[in-house]
């Protein structure tokens, strides 16, 4: 099995920046992309980035220019650098992995949800002055 877990959340001014980690232990070698996915109060989960075992990343439309995913394998690491932070992106951060790329890439480009394998515990960002 694998396990997931995130840091790096809290609180932020807008403007600011944060770097979550999602640090994965087990199996891994069973899982082929980790996504990033955040879930505000009283919306949907929501799909933003995921990077898959051959590298390629992908990010949703309202996150594009400003998240940037990237991954460390020898620390089991995907990382999300979250820049110029809004009011908006408050909401607990996930990360969540697959065996399946294209069922985390679907998520992230069109919306699609999916039952992924593997879930973290989630952390809260809060973009607050």
């Known amino acids: 099995q694998v396990q997931l877990a995130e840091s790096g959340g809290g609180l932020v001014q807008p403007g600011g920046s944060l770097r979550l980690s999602c640090v994965a232990s087990?199996?891994?070698?069973?899982?082929?992309?980790i996504g990033w996915f955040r879930q505000a109060p009283g919306k949907e989960r929501e799909a933003i980035s995921c990077?898959?075992?051959?590298?390629?990343?992908y990010y949703s439309d309202s996150v594009k220019g400003r998240f940037i995913i990237s991954s460390n394998n020898a620390e089991r690491t995907v990382y999300l650098q979250i820049n110029s932070l809004k009011p908006e992106d408050t909401a607990v951060y996930y990360c969540?992995?697959?065996?399946?790329?294209?069922?985390?890439?679907?998520?992230?480009?069109?919306?699609?949800?999916?039952?992924?394998?593997?879930w973290g515990q989630g952390i809260m960002v809060t973009v607050s002055s």
């Open positions: 969540g992995a697959d065996s399946l790329r294209s069922q985390v890439r679907r998520w992230v480009l069109f919306g699609h949800h999916a039952d992924l394998e593997v």
């Open positions: 087990g199996n891994i070698l069973t899982i082929n992309a």
């Open positions: 990077i898959s075992s051959d590298g390629s990343s």
